[in-house]
């Protein structure tokens, strides 16, 4: 034992430094605060339901509380056959949020650079560069933490891969098996995604290299644990990816219904909306100097003092010095075309950040690595940077979005950008390492001082003449200038010299963080030097690098994570407090019904469905029918009789002119069930969403013909006027009506179609039922007194919870089996 922990004494040395680094980082996590709050409260108006029903029921995979009704697997689900999971509470259990994201982020990094077999030290610095790369702390203080726990598993499934190319088939496949069940389980498939593409180059390289050098038989075997493992973790997942896949084809991510009157693209998402976050192609100098770009917006905007040019225009014309400032800081924080930031995303909580230190580790890796892997790192980098140009630079994206399988599902293309931010630690470290390791020190110390003089000369040309290279003027500046100008009463020149003063401003705020960027640099440079001359030891080097890019990334990360960031963790009730209209519905007891909000946010609404079953809400994930049901009939113009259909109780408008809400009663308001006299077939969607835009829907029902042969199953001669339908029961899962009728009869149900689970009983038998009024349930009713069901039982999840057992046994088997072997490998070569 005591010779255990003198082999592994400074691995545990730096485990105990990564949870001093975090406790520090993140004191206020360890307090009890959280970060993310708002995004904790719009969760939990999402799932209000699920978990008011997961309380009294075992498993509640749909809810009515937004957009109608939708399935939960994007919202919320257990998956309890799945080890991941047990591992995933496990985690959380110990370590509080975001600190479980960030020492996993730790030490799945220091576990890849030593598969690298990186010195600790250099190890444990090349961890800290990825883990506070400034997206990644970005994402958990805007709450993105599946994001954040996605990219937390990148660099621990490289490592099981890179171990098993190297010859360590059943430790790398296990280690990849169980790590990329972890990323699959994080749910956060973009992510993902873009790791795959960075693997496809690594082992397109890697077979390159085993034709050339004949070793096809070894490189195959590898392929084929790799295969294994990828497939474990498929098996151990399958309930997740089953679901997603089955209800991926019927969001807005699936193919459109409609041709003539779509307003949606024919499949995935639109190419506008998906490339709406892209990296500006000048903007990547952010990698080096963090502010180039102007910072954050919002309340993540950087804040001019008052000897700012801006604050100067006023202060000359006799504007008081307070007044002043706060005009700047007013049009700089938020005016179109005039705040500090000037690139063209809509918004952004900040640049992406890599370091001063790693990027003049990276120049000098690209110089002096001459291995395979150089070309694997320098691979991924120029795809991903492309790929995250999106409309800045689309010839590449075009060909991805229109040709990739998948990647047109995906929206925010700049975020592919967190693969790079792992490559180029890993290039900047390798280059330390293989200075170390180089007995010639004169050829790396040429290669030292040109990595110096392009790094360094080129922030001493962002420090003198920024504006040679950069314009620093926002695409959409013409818009301020107008508003100012119409703000100023038709004063253009004052709109203009704002705008100019503006400039200079954002000038001021890169110059600040270039001068910064050169120390850095300088210090990186100085360390290398000495090391190369003699006067310090290696050791010692790897610990100043590591110090150096802690502090380097802290300063920028806490402009963003600040700890006033973090809040007490509280209860939606303290915080969302219902109107008076709410309060009126809320005392509505029927079980089910919804709310038509005339003015809440279609795709972002996380207020009403706190206290209503809302036609409103917020997803990503929202049924592809159900958007373009809201988009033609209720986005521009409202079709009382969907909301009638859809039985919106109440409806909720705003008062333009004191800014309350009125509510009112609908009268005509169809109910949770009811009878039709009349079916009108049509011919396909396009026919069907106009045949909805005007009739009766408590009266006819508009019915694809498709399903033509499903209603005249029982044959419906005469209608019964005194015929009855109600719902007598209500769950989520499980909805119950009573039926009774003189005659056969055609009953709407004012619920949301989905043929992927949801399966119909008539007194205990299956029967088939179909889609009317274009998204709506429906079924043909027998003559008499009937109990009818309605229960959801997808078999995507069902079954796939079976798969995810076998496969999280075989997990844990393959893990045992391959620590077995290790410790007996380790054993006969002592």
């Known amino acids: 034992m005591n010779n255990w922990f003198k082999r592994n004494g400074t691995h545990l040395a730096v485990i105990a430094i990564f949870v001093a680094i975090c406790f520090f980082f993140l004191t206020p ?10 995004d904790v409260i719009g969760a939990q108006s999402t799932q209000g339901e699920i978990m008011k029903y997961r309380a009294k029921h075992t498993t509640i995979l749909w809810t009515n509380q937004i957009f109608g009704g939708m399935p939960t697997f994007q919202i919320w689900a257990p998956y309890p056959d799945n080890i991941t999971s047990h591992v995933v509470n496990v985690v959380k259990a110990v370590f509080p949020n975001p600190v479980d994201t960030v020492l996993l982020l730790l030490l799945g990094t220091y576990l890849l650079f030593n598969v690298l077999k990186i010195r600790p030290w250099l190890a444990a610095a090349g961890a800290v560069a990825f883990t506070f790369s400034s997206y990644n702390i970005i994402l958990l203080v805007a709450g993105h933490s599946n994001q954040a726990f996605a990219i937390a598993f990148f660099a621990p499934i490289l490592a099981g891969i890179i171990l098993t190319l190297r010859g360590n088939y059943f430790l790398g496949g296990s280690l990849t098996a169980l790590f990329l069940a972890m990323e699959i389980r994080a749910n956060h498939i973009q992510m993902t995604y873009y790791l795959l593409l960075s693997i496809l180059i690594l082992v397109g390289i890697e077979l390159y290299h085993a034709v050339k050098g004949k070793r096809l038989q070894q490189f195959g075997k590898a392929i084929a644990f790799l295969a294994g493992a990828t497939l474990l973790a498929v098996a151990v997942n399958a309930s997740i990816l089953w679901s997603t896949y089955d209800y991926g084809t019927e969001t807005i991510r699936g193919k459109s219904n409609l041709k003539q009157t779509t307003k949606e693209p024919s499949n995935g998402l639109d190419k506008e909306y998906a490339y709406q976050w892209s990296q500006g192609v000048g903007e990547s100098v952010t990698f080096l100097i963090p502010n180039a770009y102007g910072g954050g917006t919002g309340a993540e905007a950087p804040q001019i003092d008052a000897n700012s040019a801006t604050t100067k225009v006023f202060l000359d014309k006799q504007v008081p010095a307070d007044q002043a400032l706060n005009y700047a800081q007013q049009i700089t924080g938020s005016i179109p075309g005039l705040t500090m930031y000037w690139g063209n995303k809509p918004g952004t909580s900040g640049p992406f950040y890599f370091g001063a230190v790693i990027c003049f580790l990276f120049v000098f890796g690209l110089l002096i690595i001459r291995s395979r892997v150089k070309w694997w790192l320098v691979g991924t980098i120029v795809l991903t940077l492309l790929l995250s140009f999106g409309r800045n630079w689309p010839y590449v994206s075009d060909i991805f979005f229109n040709y990739f399988p998948l990647y047109n599902k995906f929206r925010a293309v700049e975020s592919i950008l967190a693969v790079a931010s792992i490559c180029f630690p890993i290039l900047a470290f390798l280059a330390v390492q293989e200075l170390i390791n180089t007995a010639d020190k004169k050829i790396i110390q040429k290669k030292l001082l040109i990595a110096g003089y392009i790094t360094g000369g080129f922030t001493l040309l962002m420090i003198a003449l920024p504006d040679l290279l950069f314009s620093f003027k926002a695409a959409d500046e013409a818009a301020g200038i107008n508003y100012l100008s119409q703000a100023f009463k038709g004063d253009t020149a004052m709109a203009n010299q704002i705008a100019n003063a503006v400039v200079k401003d954002r000038i001021s705020l890169e110059r600040t963080d270039a001068i910064r960027t050169l120390f850095f640099l300088a210090l990186t440079f100085g360390v290398l030097f000495a090391y190369i001359k003699g006067r310090v030891k290696a050791e010692v080097l790897s610990i100043i690098l590591f110090a150096i890019t802690l502090v380097d990334l802290w300063q920028i990360d806490k402009r963003y994570l600040k700890d006033s960031k973090f809040q007490d963790k509280i209860d939606a009730e303290q915080v969302v407090k219902p109107r008076e209209v709410d309060e009126f519905i809320l005392k509505d007891k029927d079980p089910h019904f919804r709310v038509f909000d005339a003015g809440a946010d279609f795709r972002s609404d996380t207020y009403n469905p706190f206290f209503h079953k809302s036609i409103t809400g917020y997803s990503a994930a929202r049924l592809k029918r159900y958007e373009e049901l809201y988009l033609n009939q209720l986005s521009s113009t409202v079709n009382h009789d969907v909301l009638d259909m859809l039985n919106a109780k109440y409806i909720i408008t705003p008062d333009q002119k004191t800014g309350t809400a009125n509510m009112q009663a609908n009268r005509t308001a169809c109910g949770n069930a009811w009878f039709v006299n009349s079916i009108n077939y049509v011919k396909d969607a396009d026919q069907e969403m106009n045949a909805i835009s005007s009739f009766d829907p408590k009266a006819e029902a508009m019915v694809d013909q498709q399903y033509k042969k499903i209603v005249e199953r029982l044959p419906v001669t005469a209608s019964d006027p005194n015929a009855t339908i109600k719902l007598v029961s209500y769950n989520p899962d ?57 229960v959801f039982h997808p078999t995507s999840y069902y079954a796939g919870e079976k798969i995810s057992l076998i496969g999280s046994i075989l997990l844990v088997l393959a893990l045992a089996g391959a620590i077995f072997l290790e410790t007996k490998k380790k054993k006969q070569v002592a």
């Open 734 to 790: 499980h909805m119950v009506y009573q039926s009774g009728s003189t005659t056969n009869q055609v009953a709407v149900f004012s619920e949301i179609y989905y043929n992927k689970g949801w399966t119909m009983l008539i007194d205990g038998v299956e029967q088939p039922y179909f889609r009317a009024d274009y998204l709506l349930r429906a079924a043909t009713i027998p003559l008499g007194n009937h109990k009818i069901e309605f």
């Open 29 to 38: 996590a360890f307090q009890g605060k959280t970060l993310g709050q708002s």
